[in-house]
Each structure stands twice: as C-alpha cells, then as structure tokens.
C-alpha cells in the first residue's frame, strides 16, 4: 500500500458530498444492497441483539445496508454488548476493588480490570461505528444513500401529480 489517505469508495464520496465524476474509478466494484434487515447472528448479547436492529434499521432506511457489511455490523453489535456487561461488572464490583489475603486482610487496592475491558470495547465500538456514521461527527458528512425512504413530505403539486 502507497503512502497518503486510504481510498474512498465512490459511494462515501457520494454520501459525504465530495464526488466527482473526473476522479471517480471506473468499474468500481458495488456492494448489492439488502431488500430486508436481516435476523441478528448467534452469539451476539442481549445490548448487542438490540444495536443490530437499531445499526440495521437505520443503514436500511438510508439506502446503505449491504450484506458485505454485516460481518463488521456484527462485530459493532459485539463490541457495544461486551461494553454494557463490563459497565455492568464495574457497577456491581466498583471501580475500585480490594485484594484480600487469606486472612481477610486488605492487601491492596486496584483498579476492577473491567474498567480496562469497558474501556477497550468502547473503543473498538466507536473505530467500528466511524466506518458506518454512527456517531454524531459521522453523520455530519453523510447524506441519504440511493435506496433510501424519503420521509420528507411532498409538495401539494407532487401529490396531485400522484406522489404521496
């Protein structure tokens, strides 16, 4: 790989407004986007079951699920659930724990490592919701993808033209 910025595809171009036909590539290659939100795969949590349809419905509604996608909507899905159960661990335990002898005696005291794992998982989450725009920053540079539901209401002259 040669030095400088990783390359776009055409249709984050397209959807952070930055397109243009003279740099395009040709014969790109296009995900097939999914008529149908797809059931969440085995193994995910329970936070992570609700990401997926959340993530899911919001990319379908856009125009942007592709079921090349799904192995990294499901792998954000992952990362969000181990998030709550770890934030979970450190509600439970505190953030703080004491390591006890055999005696019962407070040897020291140290961080609950699911701080670190809570942490972590948050991290990856948040790498992996960059590439989807989920998150605030994100979302600013995208715009609806071409299969995308127009919630905008049409004007009095579209409808009687038989629009909705």
């Known amino acids: 790989m040669g030095p400088g910025r ?3 595809p055409t249709a984050v171009k397209v959807l952070e407004g930055t397109y243009r036909p003279d740099r395009a590539m040709p014969n790109e290659v296009q995900p097939d986007l999914l008529a149908h939100i797809p059931d969440p795969p085995e193994g995910l949590g329970e936070w992570g079951v609700r990401e997926w349809g959340v993530v899911c419905r ?28 770890y934030d979970a661990q450190v509600k439970a335990k505190g953030a703080v724990i004491a390591i006890k002898s055999k005696e019962g005696l407070v040897v020291r005291v140290q961080k609950n490592p699911f701080t670190g794992l809570r942490k972590d998982a948050l991290n990856e989450a948040l790498k992996l919701a960059t590439q989807f725009g989920f998150t605030p920053a994100a979302r600013t540079r995208l715009t609806m993808g071409a299969g995308a539901v127009d919630t905008k209401p049409k004007s009095k002259l579209g409808k009687l033209m038989g629009g909705n």
């Open 6 to 8: 990783p390359a776009k």
């Open 58 to 85: 919001w990319l379908h509604d856009t125009g942007n699920l592709a079921g090349t996608d799904l192995s990294l909507i499901a792998a954000y899905c992952n990362e969000v659930s181990n998030y709550w159960e």
